[in-house]
């Protein structure tokens, strides 16, 4: 079954500076992977999305992530943070699995930006 | 605006009472998917609907129970509520006809406080 972690519950950092969140995901095969964004009392709404082709995928919004087979990896990077990217952040990972696909979120880190 | 429309927005009701969440797709998107956001829980998914069958189950519980109408929009029946039943509920939508791999379109949320 696939699994996904965010080791991180929640990250401050200061705006201007650069921001990188983690995610593992766990899946025998090549999953589908997911950067999500949720402001307070919004819904989700997609940043990035891969699943194959180039490893480092750009997103909206100034984002970033890089596909490592290796370490199981599917980190979300920006390189300058402004004060309005304070949010929540889910990585997701999909797969086609026997009754549809299906798509887990992970817990979620929650992004604090400091002036 | 993503699109996807959500109605009520916010719900109060008693233990034991049955509501009706709605849910309309963005244009185009023949696929629902339910979603369940509690603090404890996390993004828990319920339920995928696509073209008006259901397609894949996840962690619904028996009191809940949903469907998907010829003009796709959706309702999830919620019945003999708890009070651990208080959580956001989100309806996606995708473009994709075997499910969520061009990753998914939010709503809002339905915010229940069951008292």
């Known amino acids: 079954a696939q699994s996904v972690t965010q080791p991180d519950i929640h990250i401050t950092v200061s705006e201007g500076a650069s921001l990188e969140l983690r995610c593992n995901y766990s899946?025998?095969?090549?999953?589908?992977l997911f950067w999500y964004v949720q402001s307070p009392g919004q819904g989700l709404q997609l940043l990035l999305k891969y699943f194959s082709g180039d490893t480092l995928v750009q997103g909206i919004k100034g984002f970033e992530a890089e596909f490592k087979r290796s370490q199981s990896s599917f980190n979300l990077r920006k390189p300058s943070v402004h004060w309005s990217d304070a949010a929540e952040y889910f990585c997701a990972v999909g797969a086609l699995r026997a009754g549809g696909f299906k798509t887990i979120f992970g817990a979620g880190t929650r992004l604090f930006v400091k002036a | 605006d993503s699109g996807v429309t959500q109605t009520p927005k916010h719900l109060i009701t008693a233990t034991g009472q049955r509501v009706t969440l709605r849910c309309s797709p963005r244009?185009?998107?023949?696929?629902v998917y339910w979603y369940q956001q509690s603090l404890d829980q996390g993004l828990q998914f319920l339920i995928q609907?696509?073209?008006?069958?259901?397609?894949a189950k996840g962690n619904i519980l028996e009191r809940f129970s949903a469907q998907q109408f010829p003009d796709l929009h959706s309702e999830l029946n919620l019945s003999s509520l708890e009070l651990g039943d208080s959580a956001l509920y989100f309806c996606?939508?995708?473009?994709?006809?075997?499910?969520?791999?061009?990753?998914?379109?939010f709503g809002s949320g339905t915010r229940l406080t069951v008292v």
């Open positions: 609907y696509y073209n008006g069958e259901e397609r």
């Open positions: 996606a939508s995708s473009v994709a006809a075997q499910g969520g791999n061009y990753g998914y379109t």
């Open positions: 899946y025998g095969a090549t999953p589908y």
């Open positions: 244009s185009g998107d023949l696929s």
